[in-house]
C-alpha cells in the first residue's frame, strides 16, 4: 500500500486513557491499591465527553493519566480479546514486585491460560492478561530488567482493527511518525496460552507516541470481526484515547488537509481545549490542549528506549 509522505505533527503523546466503570469507588481500589497510581482529588481532565459520566475520577502514572468514569446504568464490557476496538490498558512493572498476582489477589479474572504470567520468547519478560470487576481487560508485563524507574509504568493501549494495513495508515498520519515495529506472523503455543486463544495468528504493528504505545492487532484467526458500529461510550470498557497537543488548531487544519475531520466540534473548558475523532474502526480519539501546565504530559517522562518522535523531529 503505497503512503502519502509524512506530515510532523504537534503530538506530545498520550494524555490519559479514559476508562467507563460501573462503580467508581470499586474501580479506584482496583486500580489505584494495585498499581499504585495516584488519586488526583476534585480533578478531572477532560472539556467534554459525549456522555456526562456521573462521576469520575484521575488516576496519575509516572508517565501518564486514567481517567474513571461512571455511568452506573452501563452493563459489564463485553469487548473480547479479539476485539474489535480497545482491547486493553498494559500495566509494566519489576517482576520482583508480582504485580499480576497482586491483581489476581484484588479479585482479577484471569484470562491466560496454563501458568501466568507467560514467558514468550526468554527476553525477561513474561505476559499475562485478566479482566476487573467490570469484565474490562488489561495485561500486565512483569520485567527482570525494567528501563523506567518505580514500580510501576503504563505501557501501551492496544486496539484489536479489522484491517491492520488500514489502521497503520491512519496512525501514521495523525500521529506523522512511521510504527516503529510491524509483524505478520505472531502465533505459537506460549501465545495460545497469553490470549487464551488455542492457534491464534496475529498481524501487528507498534507506534511509540512518546510516552505510551499504541499496539494494533489484527488477529487471522480467529479473524477480528467487522465493525458494525461505534463502541458505546458508556458500556464498561476503554472508552477514548486522548492524545495531548501543542496547537490543536494547528492539528485540526493539517488533519483536514488529509480528510480527517473531528466528529464533535473543539471545546474549551476547566483550561483545555479537546476535539474528538474516530479512527478505522471507530474508536473514540481526542485531541486535547492543555492551557494550564497542572495536568500536562510535557514534562513527564518520556520512553526514550524505543525509537521515538523525536527521532523524527530531528532527522
Keep these: 500500500m503505497a503512503m502519502a509522505n509524512l506530515v510532523p505533527s504537534s503530538v506530545l503523546g498520550i494524555h490519559h486513557l479514559g476508562l467507563a466503570v460501573r462503580d467508581l469507588e470499586k474501580a479506584i481500589a482496583f486500580y489505584s491499591e494495585t498499581t499504585?497510581?495516584?488519586?488526583?482529588?476534585?480533578?478531572r481532565i477532560f472539556s467534554h465527553v459525549p456522555y456526562q459520566p456521573d462521576q469520575c475520577a484521575v488516576l496519575k502514572g509516572p508517565n501518564g493519566y486514567l481517567q474513571l468514569m461512571q455511568f452506573s446504568d452501563s452493563p459489564?464490557?463485553?469487548?473480547?480479546?479479539?476485539?474489535?476496538?480497545?482491547?486493553?490498558?498494559?500495566?509494566?512493572?519489576?517482576?520482583?514486585?508480582?504485580?499480576?498476582?497482586?491483581?489476581?489477589?484484588?479479585?482479577a479474572e484471569p484470562v491466560s491460560v496454563g501458568n501466568p504470567p507467560i514467558d514468550?520468547?526468554?527476553?525477561?519478560?513474561?505476559?499475562?492478561?485478566?479482566?476487573?470487576?467490570?469484565?474490562?481487560m488489561f495485561e500486565v508485563e512483569e520485567l527482570d530488567q525494567p528501563r523506567f524507574e518505580g514500580p510501576i509504568w503504563i505501557a501501551h493501549i492496544a486496539l484489536a482493527c479489522e484491517d491492520i494495513d488500514r489502521s497503520v495508515e491512519f496512525y501514521r498520519n495523525l500521529l506523522g511518525i512511521e510504527p516503529y515495529g510491524r509483524a505478520n506472523k505472531v502465533m505459537g503455543p506460549r501465545f495460545d496460552e497469553v490470549t487464551g486463544i488455542e492457534n491464534v495468528r496475529i498481524r501487528a504493528a507498534w507506534f511509540n507516541t512518546g510516552n505510551m504505545v499504541i499496539e494494533l492487532w489484527q488477529f487471522i484467526n480467529p479473524a477480528t470481526p467487522r465493525v458494525n458500529q461505534a463502541p458505546d461510550f458508556c458500556e464498561a470498557g476503554h472508552n477514548k484515547?486522548?492524545?495531548?497537543?501543542?496547537?490543536l488548531v494547528s492539528e485540526l487544519n493539517r488533519l483536514?488537509?488529509?480528510?480527517?475531520?473531528?466528529?464533535?466540534?473543539?471545546?474549551?473548558?476547566n483550561g483545555m481545549t479537546e476535539a474528538y475523532l474516530r479512527d478505522p474502526d471507530g474508536n473514540l480519539l481526542s485531541l486535547l490542549q492543555v492551557d494550564t501546565g497542572s495536568t500536562s504530559i510535557a514534562d513527564l517522562p518520556r520512553i526514550d528506549w524505543l525509537p521515538s518522535p523525536r527521532d523524527h523531529e530531528a532527522a
Design 120 to 136: 514468550l520468547n526468554g527476553a525477561g519478560v513474561r505476559y499475562a492478561y485478566a479482566c476487573d470487576q467490570d469484565n474490562i
Design 36 to 43: 499504585t497510581l495516584s488519586v488526583l482529588e476534585h480533578e
Design 256 to 269: 483536514a488537509a488529509m480528510g480527517v475531520t473531528p466528529v464533535h466540534p473543539a471545546y474549551e473548558s
Design 76 to 107: 459489564p464490557s463485553r469487548m473480547g480479546v479479539i476485539g474489535p476496538g480497545a482491547t486493553h490498558i498494559c500495566f509494566q512493572s519489576p517482576a520482583s514486585c508480582s504485580l499480576y498476582q497482586s491483581f489476581v489477589s484484588q479479585g
Design 241 to 247: 484515547i486522548a492524545l495531548e497537543v501543542g496547537d
